[in-house]
C-alpha cells in the first residue's frame, strides 16, 4: 500500500507539488499563531498555588463626615484600624465562615498592584538581586490557612500564621526557596540586601508554603510574605483594606452570598468604618485582569479560532476539491477489483504523506526563527526562574507544538480527503468512467 502510494504521489507530483506548498505555509502561519496562544493556555491552566474557589473579598469603607453616624474621634487612624479588626473578627464568627483575615495593602496574589524587593542568598557574591513580589499580612490573624495556601517543608500554615515574627524575618514559598537557595529546606537560610558598601540587612527566613502564582496568567514567580503590625498598615483603611473570607467546606457561594449580604448590612459597622460590597475571589482575579491580559488572551485566542477556521475551510476545500476529480481514477481501479475500503485507504494515505512532508519542511523552516528569536514565552516578560516547565526547553517546546500543529493538519486534510473519497468510492464503475 505505502509503494503505490508514494507511486501515486510522484505520477501527480505537479498537482501535489501545489498542495504541498500549500501546507508548508499552512504550516509556517499555525506555528506562529498557535504558539502563543498553547504558552498562555498552559501557564493560566497551572494550579493558584492556594484555594481560590471558597475565598471572597470582603471590601470596607468609612463614612462622610457629613453621613449620619459620624464619629470624628473614630475616625483618627489607630481607631479605624481597630473599628477594622473588629469588623474582621464578627466575620469570622458567621456561620457559613470557616475564617477570616485582614487583607492589606494593594499587592497580594492577582491583586491589580504590587511591591517588589530585591533579594540574595546570604553569601551569594556574585552582586545578581532576584526581583521578589511581596504580599503584607498581620500575624496571628489567621492569614495564611484562610489563603488556603498548600504547606511547604517546616512549618504549617497554621503556624506561620501564629509565628512570633521579628522585624527581619519573612516567609516564602517553595518555587522562590528553590530557585534562590536550591533547596526545599527553609531552616537557617537568609536574604541579605546590600544598600551601601559598609550597610548590609540580613532577612531570615521563617518557613515556606506551596509554589503560589501571583498572577493567575503567569506561572509561579518569587514572592515572600513580609509581617507587618497594625499601625504600619494603618492608613490602608479604608483604601486598601479588604476581608478575606473562606467558606466552609459545602458551602456555595451563591448561597452564602444570598444570606451574607442582608445581614453584612445590618451588623458589619464599627465606629466609622462598615463593609460596603462582597465578592468572590474570581471576580476579583477577573476584574484584576480584564484591563490587561484577558482581553489579549481573548483576542490571540480568537484570532487562532478564526484562522483554525479558515485553515479548516481552505484546506478541507482544496484537498476536497483535489479528490472529486479523481472520479476515473477511482472508476479504473474499481474495475480491476479494487474495494471501496482500499481506494478510500488509499486516498487518506496520500493525504497522510503530503501533510506530514509539509510538516517537517514546515517546521523545519520555522524552528530557523526558533533558533534566532525564541519561542513564545507566554506572559512571561523577564527570565526569573529557572527551567522547570514544557514550555521553557527549548527542544521540548519545539517538538510539542509541532506535534499539535501536526495533529491539526492532518485532521482536517482526512476531512477533507475522506468525505468525497468515500462518496466516489461507492459510484458503480461504469458511472465514473462514463466521461472517458
Sequence with gaps: MFKLILKTLWARRKRNGWLLAELILVCILSWAIFDPVIVVTHDRMLPLGYDADRLCLLSVDVLQRSAPGYDS?????????????????????????EQATPLLG????????????????????????????????????????????????????????????????????????????????????????????????????????????FYSYQRPVPIAFRPV??????????GEAQILVRLKEGVSQERFQHGFKP?????????????????????????????????????????????????????????????RTRREEVGVMLSFGATPGHIVRLLLGEGAVLTTVGTLVGCFIY????????????????????????????????????????????????????IPARKISRIPPTEALRDE
Excluded at 474621634?73 to 466575620?91: I, T
Excluded at 519573612?170 to 537560610?189: E, G, M
Aim: proline letters at 4%.
Design 367 to 418: 524552528l530557523q526563527y526558533g533558533i534566532s528569536e525564541g519561542f513564545s514565552r507566554g506572559a512571561m516578560y523577564w527570565d526569573i526562574l529557572r527551567p522547570e516547565y514544557w514550555t521553557d526547553f527549548f527542544w521540548l517546546h519545539f517538538f510539542i507544538v509541532s506535534f499539535i500543529v501536526y495533529v491539526v493538519l492532518l485532521l482536517v486534510v482526512s476531512i477533507g480527503v475522506y
Design 73 to 97: 474621634v473614630a475616625n483618627e487612624l489607630d481607631a479605624r484600624m481597630d473599628a477594622y479588626l473588629h469588623l474582621v473578627e464578627r466575620v469570622r464568627q458567621y456561620p457559613d465562615v
Design 263 to 323: 445581614w453584612m448590612l445590618q451588623n458589619l459597622r464599627a465606629g466609622n468604618v462598615y463593609a460596603r460590597d462582597l465578592k468572590t475571589y474570581r471576580q476579583g482575579i477577573a476584574e484584576s485582569e480584564s484591563w490587561s491580559t484577558t482581553p489579549i488572551y481573548r483576542r490571540n485566542l480568537l484570532v487562532a479560532v478564526f484562522f483554525l477556521v479558515n485553515l479548516c475551510l481552505g484546506v478541507v476545500g482544496t484537498f476536497w476539491l483535489q479528490t
Design 106 to 213: 494593594f499587592s497580594y496574589p492577582a491583586s491589580q498592584g504590587s511591591s517588589t524587593n530585591t533579594y540574595q542568598a546570604a553569601g551569594d557574591t556574585t552582586g545578581k538581586g532576584t526581583n521578589v513580589y511581596l504580599v503584607d499580612f498581620l500575624p496571628h490573624t489567621h492569614f495564611f490557612e484562610t489563603y488556603g495556601f498548600r504547606p511547604g517543608k517546616g512549618l504549617s500554615p497554621a503556624e506561620l500564621s501564629d509565628y512570633s515574627y521579628g522585624e527581619k524575618d519573612l516567609v516564602i514559598d517553595a518555587n522562590t526557596l528553590d530557585y534562590i537557595f536550591h533547596t526545599d529546606d527553609p531552616r537557617h537560610k537568609r536574604f541579605w540586601r546590600k544598600y551601601t558598601e559598609t550597610d548590609t540587612t540580613y532577612i531570615n527566613i521563617i518557613g515556606t508554603v506551596g509554589a503560589t502564582k
Design 229 to 238: 503590625t497594625p499601625s504600619q498598615m494603618a492608613g490602608c483603611v479604608p
